[in-house]
């Protein structure tokens, strides 16, 4: 079984590695106060983006953090912001509107390949949105994979990102996820992985899977060797394991259960704590089950159409519409499917006591 890194090989596959077979409980941590990273949702009316949507929707997610006391960072431009279907002018616009709004907060967007080839990878695709994410800082940026990028063998993956890397000037963090987010996408070997985190400007990374713990793995690779690189979760299925460890979570279920993840982030620290989390988590994560559920061909691209359907019924968008030009539609009534799916949360939320989370009276 492989712990030293020394040992890793570009082929080597994680369970081949004691990080694979570390159980949560060893990585709890009770007093850690970790970021909520959301990956916020750009709201469409008649076609359009709706920017007072979009800005009441930013308010009430500031709210709920302020009132739990938890850190929050926004995250725009990823893919519940509709990043593969903006144009460079739009891609600008979402990041203007947010720094008029909030002029010193620092933000995370996402950056992914512009216009590139499916078969050739070229770095400078890249490019075009770290230039416009970096002039509006202060920022990070989260380095989306990319159809070229991600068919390279784990050497010259690595050899790709560090190209990337070349024109970031920011903190940034690199991103894996599996074929159910996207189709052609794979997760990262243990030893690109260590390679990436040894990267002076990758702070830190999101894995997104839902049927191997990834996750896991990497914190608990992070944590034995000391990288200083911070694994953020992408899962939505599996909210609760970054919270017991003590760890950050960059998600787009933090925008349809914003108030209860806060929640549970406060009352799960030894300071505070609450036992009733326990249902909590439950709670939001059978809600997120049914946003992030997987449609015939194995995918949950859907959520974002489940996730506008939760804000208008919340009362924080007017419109349920997702991008004009995105193929991510729910078939048939999606409101109802969400409107029972909210009942246990709701009920939750009313029995702890935790705020904006209610239909409007």
């Excluded at 750009?42 to 009441?56: A, H, I, K, T």
């Excluded at 709920?64 to 903006?86: P, Q």
């Excluded at 704590?273 to 949950?300: I, M, P, T």
């Excluded at 029995?351 to 009276?361: E, L, Q, W």
Aim: aromatic share 12%; with cysteine; net charge negative.
């Amino acid at each position: 079984m492989i712990q030293d890194i020394s040992q890793l090989q570009p082929d080597t596959v994680w369970s081949e590695t004691a990080w694979a077979h570390t159980r949560e409980e060893d990585l709890v941590d009770y007093d850690a106060s970790p970021r909520l990273c959301i990956a916020a949702l750009l709201p469409f009316r008649n076609g359009e983006p709706d920017w007072g949507s979009f800005e009441r929707m930013l308010a009430w997610m500031t709210n709920c953090a302020d009132f739990f006391g938890i850190k929050i960072n926004f995250v725009l431009n990823a893919d519940t912001g509709y990043v593969f279907n903006l144009s460079n002018v739009l891609y600008e616009e979402v990041i203007t509107r947010f720094r008029s709004l909030y002029p010193l907060e620092s933000f995370i967007s996402g950056v992914t390949a512009v216009e590139a080839s499916p078969t050739e990878f070229d770095a400078s695709c890249y490019d075009h949105h770290l230039e416009i994410a970096q002039a509006h800082g202060p920022c990070e940026v989260m380095i989306m994979t990319s159809q070229a990028l991600n068919a390279l063998d784990p050497e010259r993956r690595r050899n790709a990102y560090f190209k990337i890397a070349e024109k970031i000037e920011v903190p940034a963090l690199v991103h894996a996820l599996e074929p159910a987010f996207v189709p052609w996408a794979t997760t990262f070997e243990p030893w690109l992985l260590h390679q990436l985190a040894g990267h002076e400007k990758f702070v830190g990374g999101k894995i997104s899977t839902l049927d191997e713990p990834h996750f896991l793995y990497w914190a608990s690779m992070c944590r034995d060797l000391g990288l200083d690189f911070i694994p953020h979760s992408g899962d939505d299925f599996g909210i609760a394991s970054a919270i017991r460890m003590g760890l950050p979570s960059l998600i787009g279920a933090g925008v349809s259960a914003c108030p209860l993840i806060c929640a549970a982030k406060k009352y799960w620290q030894r300071q505070g704590f609450d036992s009733r989390v326990y249902k909590l988590f439950e709670s939001f994560q059978s809600l997120e089950d049914s946003v992030f559920r997987l449609d015939e061909k194995g995918s949950a691209a859907g959520y974002k159409h489940s996730t506008a359907e939760i804000l208008k019924m919340l009362g924080v968008t007017e419109s349920a519409e997702i991008h004009p030009d995105c193929t991510d539609q729910r078939l048939g009534d999606e409101e109802a499917r969400m409107r029972e799916a909210l009942i246990r949360p709701l009920r939750m939320a009313e029995r702890m006591n935790i705020p904006f989370y209610s239909f409007p009276v």
